[in-house]
């Protein structure tokens, strides 16, 4: 039957698409490839794995890796782009007791950050 | 200044040691390249033309005693006098700066004229620029080298004696050295900075690094002065104008004035320190600190921003 056959493509044509990630959240004003390249200028790898950035393997921090599928900002706030750019602009006024500094930065290269770690799927 | 040309033999700082081995090495391999190229042509042109009886005396007095003793001694002159230029030789009055290459770091430590006492820092040495600066090599432990290649050739540091170095610096900037002998580990790691700045500047400097540091005053920094000593920071670190005088690793009286964290691995802001406290074994691995993860977060934050503080 033509109409079970359509039916069925139709199907597997939409479960084919589930295993493509969802795409990050967007960062309004961010650019990836300027954030990777500030996460390098910081050294944020002494204390961060952070896929893509040469010589990142810290571990004093949380590693990185699928940073737009984590759930959890610090394991503390919903991880929303917003947010993670107040926290990396200045972490200790979200959680005093965070072992984070705040590290000086513009507004502008927080968001490009931001963008970049919600490019690691 | 280009990254690349930070530590680059192939761009000596003008003026320096290392640009008068620049030009040797020119005339070396442009000599030696057109000496090379006649003798071919001269293979080539005996391989070409019909054998006819030569005059080998004439040839053998000429191409192999002759100018060998006139090319050669040439050469040893000039090689002699850039040994000798006035660029390597200081004076009484010049600027003495006594490095000991440790496992694996630098301790820098500067005479203050007219006084006994000396100021100890780590890992980078500041030049006045036009003036000869005379480096006083040496060594607490194995053997390393002092090589920073855009200033001057390298100079061993042996253990029992002192090796001397005399720089010129003609420019302001930044130049990156190296050990240069194997030490150990960590050797690949250890590196530290000349910095050459106007004498004005230098003497600014100079200054400010003499005064012992101050007492903090804000509750955050205090808590991180707290923390310094309840880690046992002190047992290996010294902090002048406070309690803790040892003499193990860096003195950290300015510690945040200086351009880079456990000898040249790390730039120097408060999250490099917090990450070089927390984690030296990972960044350093063999390091003689070890990784202090004995702080909370807050208390890891607040001595860093106490270090930082120090400039």
Redesign the interface.
Known sequence: MPECRAIAIVISLLLSGCDQPLPGPEVQGGDAERGRAALQKYECGVCHLIPGVPGAKGRVGPALHAYSRRIYIAGRFPNEPDTLTRWLLDPPALAPDTAMPRIPMTQKTALDIAAYLYSLE | MDDSRLQSVLHPAPGSGSALLDQLGTVMYVGAALIFLVVIALVIHAVLTSPKPADARKWVIGGGLVFPVIALSALLVYSISVGNAPERRGSDHTLRIRVTGKQWWWEVSYELPGSARSIVLANEVHVPIGRPVHLELATDDVIHSFWVPALAGKVDMIPGRTNHLVLTVAEPGIYRGQCAEYCGGQHAFMALYVIAESPDEFARWLERQSQPASMPTEPFLRTGYEMFFAGGCHDCHAVRGTPATATLGPDLTHVGSRYSLGAGM??N????M???I??TQ??KPGSFMPSMNV????E??AL??WLESLE
Not at chain 2, 269 to 272: A, E, W
Not at chain 2, 295 to 298: S, V, W
């Open positions: 790390l730039r802001h408060i999250g490099t917090a990450g070089w927390a984690g990972d960044v702080y909370t977060g807050q890891l934050r860093s921003a």
